[in-house]
Nanobody, 127 residues
């Protein structure tokens, strides 16, 4: 059974950068489509970016131009590089995975249906 573990969160000043990691428990992680989601206090969980096994990528508007999603199949890890961070990026960040059959955009929009989720990593952007 696929298990996901996020890391890399922390406290960063506005304008700073962080790299989040999502490590998968199986060697066949490259067979899975991966998404990053976040939930701020008092708000619903929202999509950040999704990456499918064919290399298709989708970014929510809030992430475009600032965040980059990549994967290292040899390490069974997906990364979310975040730069120019803003206080409104403060949230718990989760990665999720599944073997998705629709578009990468649909994967982000329907992220609540993904079957494997990590426990999250806290990102706090504050001076």
């Amino acid at each position: 059974q696929l298990q996901l573990v996020e890391s890399g969160g922390g406290l960063v000043q506005p304008g700073g950068s962080l790299r989040l990691s999502c490590a998968a428990s199986v060697a066949t992680a490259d067979h899975y489509d991966i998404g990053w989601f976040r939930q701020a206090p008092g708000k619903d969980r929202e999509a950040v970016s999704c990456l499918t096994t064919d290399g298709s990528i989708y970014y929510e508007d809030s992430a475009k131009g600032r965040f980059t999603i990549t994967r290292d199949n040899a390490k069974s890890t997906v990364y979310l590089e975040m730069s120019s961070l803003k206080p409104e990026d403060t949230a718990v960040y989760y990665c999720a995975a599944d073997q998705w059959r629709e578009s990468v955009k649909a994967m982000c929009e329907k992220g609540y249906t993904l079957r494997a989720w990590g426990r999250g990593t806290q990102v706090t952007v504050s001076s």
